[in-house]
């Protein structure tokens, strides 16, 4: 299946061993609401009738290319963690219930967000009211930020779940290394999103909007992680190999 190919169709990938072998019930059920949140993410249900509908609707392309990305992104990450760990209990089952109701319940947020920056302030027909008064951007981009912060959390949760199982699932020191390293770039994820949160909040309303730029600090933050990690992982195994 999809999920098997994109993780490795090997016993191991990079090193860690891939424990969940064939797909879980609990996977199923998340790609079926993966799934239903892209359906929810469509720009138009319905052809366009006209150019000039077709038009309005190429408006919302980069607003769902955007969306879809993110989607896309927590698919992989919920699915390289079901890889790895292939773990069904009742906690893991919970966090990722959790992280599904989060999908669907931020999908219109998020493609109302997006489509605000690529499309601009729309106005209803045949009235010049816009879709979001200036007063009301500090709450769109808090409850943003809030949904960031709380998948990732959720995230996190999953990941030191699946550390503190370490004896049971037989991890070795190195894939303890790689679980730690994916916990702490999880809190880096979560502090992001706690940054934008906050300035948002302290933000005067008509500069909430630039509160969205701490998303931006990802691409450093994390460039300078994997470097960090990458040469201590180097260390880690060459000392590994000395013994």
């Known amino acids: ?8 169709s090997g016993e191991f990938l990079h090193g860690f061993k891939l424990r969940g072998h064939e797909v879980r019930r609990i996977e199923a059920f998340s790609d079926a609401v993966f799934a239903f949140a892209v359906t929810l993410l469509i720009v138009s249900l319905e052809v366009p009738k006209s150019f000039a509908a077709l038009l309005d609707t190429m408006q919302g392309f980069f607003a769902f290319g955007v969306c879809f990305v993110l989607l896309m992104s ?23 219930a959790a992280l599904m109701f989060l999908v669907l319940f931020y999908v219109y947020p998020l493609k109302f967000l997006f489509s605000l920056l690529f499309s601009g302030p729309a106005h209803g027909p045949g009235q010049m009211v816009p879709a979001i008064e200036p007063s009301n951007v500090p709450t769109l981009m808090e409850i943003y930020g809030g949904g960031f912060l709380a998948i990732y959390l959720l995230f996190l949760l999953m990941y030191v779940h699946a550390r503190n199982r370490s004896v049971l699932l037989q991890l070795t020191t190195l894939e303890i290394f790689e679980t730690n390293s994916k916990i702490y770039k999880t809190l880096i994820f979560i502090g992001t999103g706690l940054v934008s949160v906050v300035a948002a909040f302290l933000l005067k309303p008509e500069r909430a909007g630039l ?15 994997y470097g960090m990690r990458g040469r201590l992982k180097k260390k880690y195994m060459n000392a590994s190999h000395a013994k």
Do not use: C
């Not at 299946?1 to 490795?8: D, L, Q």
């Not at 079901?82 to 893991?92: A, H, M």
């Not at 509160?211 to 992680?225: K, N, T």
């Open 211 to 225: 509160s969205g730029f701490a998303y931006f600090l990802l691409a450093p933050a994390l460039s300078v992680f």
């Open 74 to 96: 927590i698919w992989y990450e919920q699915n390289t963690f079901f890889r790895r760990y292939g773990l069904d209990d009742l906690t893991t089952i919970v966090l990722n």
């Open 1 to 8: 299946m999809f999920r098997k190919t994109v993780a490795g």
